[in-house]
């Protein structure tokens, strides 16, 4: 059974900002918060990860509360080229990945 | 770097035929590679983690013995699906753990997408 809870789409003018959330309030202390993301008919491609500090990385941002129940990923200037399902994923180092239903990020002109 | 590619791209069989997917670690060796299934508007599932030189492990209701799976070298793992049937018909996707890294890290391959007639 997936650990998350994500709303299972959302829409997003281009240029503006994407914040998508993620629900997973049974995190354990040694899991980790993952987003991937899979553009139609491709493999899914890593975005960022963390524990329990903010993260940025040159394609997003990930935004995880103080009692790591919930997290944001933000995608700061979304382009058409974003659209596609968006993974969050929680799991220990060692776990295996394993995916949810995810949201489908729709980036409109 | 971390690029993992899968081969063929796209496969059409006739039913009751086999067909073999190749998966491959381009520039990192992959002690630990992973296969998943997707049916279309569905996410992915995983079906096994293959491990080098030894046998894969399977998750469950996945069929050993219809999806046969071979990690014989550190850069290769190949999934063989036997007597497909249009059930198969699907999306199959690898990916791969650098050998440091544990299960840290996996990078994705294209997927290969499987048609049965």
């Known amino acids: 059974d997936a650990k998350t809870t994500q709303p299972p789409s959302m829409d997003c003018a281009e240029g503006r900002a994407a914040n998508l959330p993620c629900n997973h309030s049974t995190i354990s202390g040694n899991e980790y918060v993952y987003w991937y993301r899979q553009i139609h008919s491709q493999g899914p491609q890593y975005i960022i990860h963390g524990l329990k500090n903010n993260e940025t990385n040159e394609m997003a941002s990930l935004i995880i509360t103080e009692d790591r129940k919930s997290s944001t990923l933000i995608l700061p200037h979304a382009t058409l080229r974003d659209t596609a399902v968006y993974y969050c994923?929680?799991?220990?180092?060692?776990?295996?990945?394993?995916f949810g239903t995810g949201t489908r990020l729709q980036v409109f002109p | 770097g971390a690029v993992v590619s899968q081969h063929p791209s796209w496969v059409i069989c006739k039913s009751g035929t086999s067909v073999k997917i190749e998966c491959r670690s381009l520039?990192?060796?992959?002690?630990?590679m992973f296969w998943y299934r997707q049916f279309p508007k569905q996410s992915l599932m995983l079906m096994a983690t293959s491990n080098e030189g030894s046998k894969a492990t399977y998750e469950q209701g996945v069929e050993k013995d219809k999806f046969l799976i071979n990690h014989a070298s550190l850069t290769l793992s190949t999934l063989t699906v036997t007597s497909a049937h249009p059930e198969d018909s699907s999306f199959y996707i690898c990916?791969?753990?650098?050998?440091?890294?544990?299960?840290?890290?996996?990078?994705f391959g294209p997927g290969t997408r499987l048609t049965v007639l």
């Open positions: 520039d990192f060796q992959a002690t630990t």
């Open positions: 990916s791969a753990s650098p050998r440091t890294s544990g299960y840290n890290e996996q990078f």
């Open positions: 994923i929680v799991r220990a180092p060692t776990d295996k990945l394993i």
